[in-house]
């Protein structure tokens, strides 16, 4: 195809391409976020969410492959948010999100206060939403508690700053957070982190596949897909026009990026995928989107984004009778 780009941004960041690899894969470690880096189809670095401290995370097994998807407990394992601040401070020759999370919401305020007085000006992202912590129930689900810290998060904190959401599962709930959150400067909102504490059983052996949470874990992968464009789509709907959105769960291929992005999203992350399919998968998404931009005859993703349609009653009468005849 000729003429066509994938240029992407979020805000006043400029990105080759809508990919980032979605927090928590193949980004903890300096080998592995270097990799990130030399990934050409990769259009940024997103960074293990960090804490205050170094953590070693959950016990093993917590990350487990599924026919449809992934689950995990990984319990937060990260080298210290001062490792990654570091780290996004090197030139990677693209943007970096520098994720960072807490056990409670005073280390967050800290982590903040530490990233807002160092030199970094590139995107930060906190997270809200990590459900693999036994006894810390997701912060994003808790509208006052959120509320509170991010009123106090930006009394101090002036840097472009995203939040990572958990997937809502209730329309006035996708209303609730969108109203909070359009109170407040956010720059950007990535959405869904895993679909928490699900439970997979080995009829075999007749076990739980994680350790930690006696098998309880975070969801992701095809079986998130149609949870992650609804979060998408209604956050688009609700959300002020200038806080962009990452969409993030359930990207397989091309076509799953191009409904992200018809639903709304601005970039699109990849989680579960790229452990299956390793790095080289971003290869191929960017051709397979390619393709199908061709063949609809899309020159940039501006031309599709957000355009999603719903079907009228005459739409649906129509189609029902094609499907009987
Ligand atoms: O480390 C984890 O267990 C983890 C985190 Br912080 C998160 O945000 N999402 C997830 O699925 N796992």
Known sequence: MTNHTLQSS??????????????GIHCQTQAELDDLAHCQALAGIVTKSATLSPRAGNEQPRYVDLANGSIN?????????SFYLDYVQTDHGKPTILSVSGLSQAEMLTVLREIQH??????????????????????AYDFAASKTLLTEVFRFFKKPLGVKLPPYFDLNH??????????????HVNTINSVGNGLVVDIDTETVVTKAKGG??????????PTALANVRALRQ????????????????????????????????????????????YDRLAAELTAIMADK????????????????ASQRSSSRWTSQS
């Open 73 to 81: 407990a990984m319990g937060l394992p990260n080298l210290g948010y």
């Open 174 to 187: 996708f209303g609730q957070i969108a109203n909070l959150l359009n109170c407040f400067p956010i720059h």
């Open 297 to 312: 005859q899309y020159t940039q993703l501006a031309d599709f984004r957000g355009q999603l349609k719903t079907l009228s």
């Open 10 to 23: 979020l805000g006043h960041y400029s990105f080759t391409s809508p990919f980032l690899n979605a927090s």
């Open 238 to 281: 609700r959300l002020r026009p200038d806080i962009a959105i990452i969409g993030t769960g359930g990207v397989r291929s091309g076509a799953d990026v191009f409904a992200h992005i018809l639903c709304g999203a601005d970039m699109v992350s990849v989680g579960t995928q790229v452990m299956k399919e390793g790095l080289g998968v």
């Open 118 to 139: 160092s030199g970094y000006q590139g995107l930060t992202e906190l997270n809200l939403s990590c459900p693999n912590l036994a006894g810390h129930p997701q912060l």
């Open 216 to 225: 309880f874990g975070g969801l992701g992968g095809a079986m998130v897909l």
